[in-house]
């Protein structure tokens, strides 16, 4: 919303030492966030003054352009008091029309600074300016010419069109629809210094009779309010005033016509839409009805829309004449003919004004204050003031005849405890203070011992319980007078064992060179479909969001990898080629059955309807997810680089297993999004003697990383840390034994499609308790070992806690561990 200073000083007694500055900040500190603060006209420096045109002869030019050579009386601002010479390309203005001359020495907007200069053929000393040039609006195309009593030649003409206006541009709440306008911008700003304010919508009006226009209202939920009048003898071709035309363009509006002109300039200052009627295209009764199936509208914009039952119209004997609150209809609209005017000023349902708007994209200024809420009780206020503009600045009258149906809803009282805003606040709030308050910003108090009733006002329909009332007090006292308390931290309270876990958990991450991200937790079914996630996966389970950020992410996400991956992505096509990155955050899988309950806010829930909402809220469990691009260990002077793989992000997995003081092992699986070849499932003990799967680790399949964007090969992992950490052990000091490890290595035959995992598992079983460590050192395919086959060659390592382990114990030990490969898996030695 922006509002004119010097608009605001009509309403608001303000000082006269107060500045634009001064009163954002004040506003500001009332809730009214400054959005920017405009001064339109203060680059423009003089002289810039009233001129009269005298002379006026069109020149036409070789390339088919005409240009008058004017001379233009400027009184003495040029020193001279000698008529000025300039040439001008517009040709809306005659000799004897007044109009805004800058002389050489002046800078327009832009900055472009004016000079005497030579063109075509003559010496054009200054510039007759247009709305455009002299930024005040749009029109570029012909000259801004002033009213004949503007004033006199000469005369100062910057402040004539109050070009340096200061205009402050606030960003108004949805909750706060009477800021938008100056009505309610000046009741602020008279609130804010503690001075008298002038409501503009306190006018004496005719009283309702039965000789307006007939209108009929089959809807008064959705419309109660309903007030016509109506304006004859107007003349299309008036001007719309200067006055009006700076007014509209300071707060964003473009001048149409005088009578579109007059509905705008009254929504501005009132905050009441008003739409105007062509009464020669009207037909009988104005009605107000809910759309039927299969009617179609077209509206002022040239749209043709199909309507549903839910949208408000408004009809004539003849159909449908508009989508009431939103937008007219082309078949009533104000043309250039229009002589005889029917003013509406309805009040709307503020709900179905929103739903209209949003079902046909439709956006404007009145339907932005119709759904917002806008004080039903100045109707009649709105249409006798759009009226009595219309008949005095367009030459009409106004017909005696006032239509009103309906009646506003009543005004809701609220009671408060006298104390409450002191208790909420923490701030020394009296009784007086409160009452004084209250009454300030338009409530009707009854103050009692210990409770008052305050009746809300009726543009405030967002007051509607006792903690609104103290949201209220609050900002008046002032919210920078709330105390801060630091509250005392309970001796002996540290970090959850969960919580300590989990930062073990991230700097185990940090340590291993990766980097920390942060997504958002949205996703669409689109992500799903790039990760190659089958329809029956769990992962599709997702829970839709009423009212999501984004229509093209309404789920909240089931895995880290779409957020992770994008990150990924991101960072690659802006150069950055080796990454390591991790993420630890929450996933949502729902639950199947009912929803949660809709509950109002005026008491605690019940044990039932609590059980009820703790039934509804979905699962939320941890989950770590890291990945790895480009070079694992970089290129130098000290050799070739290494590329990240599957193998460093099981390693990562088994590091971060460690530290929660489990031991991770691993199988080989298909699982989406990974390279059906290169997958792992990631496993800890359970508890009760079997592994559970907590992850999965390996290489992205390559559509995977050909859809996301990301490097070919890039490695991912994604695990439960909720399930790592709800099975982690305590940390213990590990067991160490004084005498030497035994040695013995074995190489073993085996199917090519065993995962040497589970061959290492089977040799560790068959060793027994003497053996300390299996480690797999080297892979041969060849000639040397047949087709479908591949030969694995594992380091055993032996040791006893108590003596030195004999040759024939290692042995027996070693030979016991091949003959267990040999049983299980037909492994062969070499």
């Known amino acids: 919303m922006k509002a ?127 709305t455009r040039e002299l930024g005040i609006g749009e029109d570029h195309g012909g000259i801004l010419v002033l009213p004949p009593d503007a004033g006199a030649p000469g005369e100062d003409a910057i402040e004539l069109l109050g070009l340096r206006e200061d205009v402050i541009e606030m960003e108004i709440n949805p909750d706060r629809a009477y800021a938008l306008s100056l009505r309610g911008v000046a009741r602020e700003a008279a609130m804010a210094y503690g001075v008298p304010f002038t409501d503009p919508a306190e006018r004496d009006v005719p009283p309702a009779d039965d000789a307006g226009w007939p209108v009929r209202i089959d809807d008064s939920e959705g419309c109660p309010v309903f007030v016509a009048r109506t304006v004859s003898g107007f003349d299309p071709t008036a001007p719309t005033p200067d006055w009006m035309v700076r007014r509209l363009l300071h707060v964003g509006q473009r001048s149409i016509s005088l009578a579109v002109d007059v509905t705008n300039y009254v929504m501005f200052e009132l905050g009441r839409p008003i739409h105007g009627y062509d009464a020669d295209k009207l037909t009988g009764t104005i009605g107000v009805r809910r759309a039927r199936p299969g009617e179609r509208l077209t509206t002022l914009d040239g749209q043709d829309r199909a309507l549903d039952p839910e949208d408000l119209v408004v009809v004539d004997d003849s159909g449908l004449i508009g989508l009431g609150g939103v937008m007219g209809g082309e078949t009533t609209e104000m043309s250039g003919t229009t002589t005889r005017i029917v003013v509406e000023s309805a009040h709307w349902d503020a709900v179905s004004m929103f739903r209209t708007g949003r079902r046909h994209k439709l956006t404007s200024e009145a339907g932005r204050r119709n759904e917002r809420g806008v004080d039903p009780r ?53 009784s007086q203070t409160t009452v004084a308050n209250l009454e300030a910003v338009g409530c009707e108090v009854d103050l009692g011992a210990d409770e008052l009733v305050a009746v809300v006002p009726s543009w405030r329909p967002d007051l509607a319980d006792p903690f609104d009332l103290v949201e209220e007090v609050a900002r008046v006292v002032g919210y920078e007078d709330v105390p801060s308390v630091l509250p005392s931290a309970p001796p002996g309270r540290g970090l959850t064992p969960a919580q300590a876990l989990r930062r073990r958990v991230g700097r185990t991450m940090a340590g291993e060179g990766y980097v920390e991200v942060l997504s958002f937790p949205f996703i669409g079914s689109g992500d799903l479909d790039r990760l190659g996630v089958e329809p029956g996966d769990p992962r599709r389970q997702t829970l839709r969001l009423a009212n999501p950020l984004s229509a093209e992410e309404p789920l909240m996400t089931t895995t880290l990898l779409p957020g992770l991956l994008r990150t990924v992505a991101r960072n690659v096509s802006r150069g950055t080629s080796d990454l390591a990155l991790f993420e630890a955050a929450t996933v949502t899988f729902p639950h199947e059955g009912q929803g949660a309950p809709i509950l109002g806010v005026d008491r605690r829930p019940t044990e039932g309807e609590w059980d009820d909402l703790v039934k509804a809220v979905p699962d939320q469990p941890l989950h770590l997810a890291f990945a790895l691009a480009g070079d694992r260990d970089r290129a130098g002077w000290w050799g070739e680089g290494r590329p990240a793989s599957w193998a460093d992000v099981i390693e990562t997995a088994r590091l971060v297993a460690a530290a929660l003081g489990l031991e991770l092992t691993t199988r080989a699986t298909t699982y989406a999004p990974w390279h059906p070849g290169r997958c792992a499932e990631l496993l800890v003990p359970s508890g009760a003697g079997d592994v559970v799967v907590v ?78 460590q299996v480690r797999l050192f080297d892979v041969y395919t060849g000639a040397q070992v047949a087709e479908g086959k591949k030969s694995l060659a594992f380091a055993l390592r032996f040791r006893a806690p108590d003596r030195t382990l004999t040759e024939a114990e290692t042995g027996e030990a070693r030979d016991a561990a091949v003959a267990l490969a040999a049983q299980r898996h037909g492994a062969v030695q070499r």
């Open 4 to 130: 004119p200073l010097s608009w605001i000083r009509e309403y608001a007694a303000l000082p006269d030492d107060v500045t634009a500055d001064d009163l954002a900040h004040r506003l500001t500190a009332l809730g009214l966030k400054l959005e920017s603060l405009e001064r339109p006209g203060h680059d423009l420096r003089g002289p810039l003054v009233v001129g009269r045109v005298l002379t006026m002869e069109p020149e036409p030019q070789k390339n088919g352009k005409t240009i008058n050579w004017c001379t233009v009386d400027v009184g003495d601002a040029n020193g001279t008091g000698e008529p000025q010479g300039i040439v001008c390309g517009a040709h809306n203005f005659a000799p004897g029309d007044l109009v805004v001359v800058i002389l050489p020495g002046g800078v327009l907007p832009g900055p472009f600074e004016i000079s005497a200069r030579k063109t075509y053929g003559h010496v054009s000393a200054g510039m007759i300016c247009s």
């Open 378 to 430: 100045i109707c009649e206020a709105a249409a006798d003031r759009v009226a009595t503009l219309l008949a005095e600045l367009g030459g009409g009258t106004v017909e005696p005849g006032v239509t009103v149906v309906g009646a506003p809803p009543e005004r809701p009282t609220i009671a408060m405890p006298v104390d409450l805003p002191a208790r909420v606040t923490g701030m020394p709030i009296d």
């Open 695 to 772: 992850g999965h680790a390996g290489e992205l399949h390559p559509r995977v990383c050909r859809e996301l964007g990301v490097p070919a090969r890039t490695a991912v992992a994604e695990l439960d840390l909720d399930a790592l950490i709800a099975r982690s052990v305590p940390p213990r000091a590990p067991d160490f034994s004084t005498y030497p490890v035994a040695k013995e290595d074995v190489a073993l035959v085996v199917d090519a499609d065993l995962p040497a995992a589970e061959l290492a598992a089977t040799l560790r079983e068959g060793a027994g308790p003497l053996c300390e």
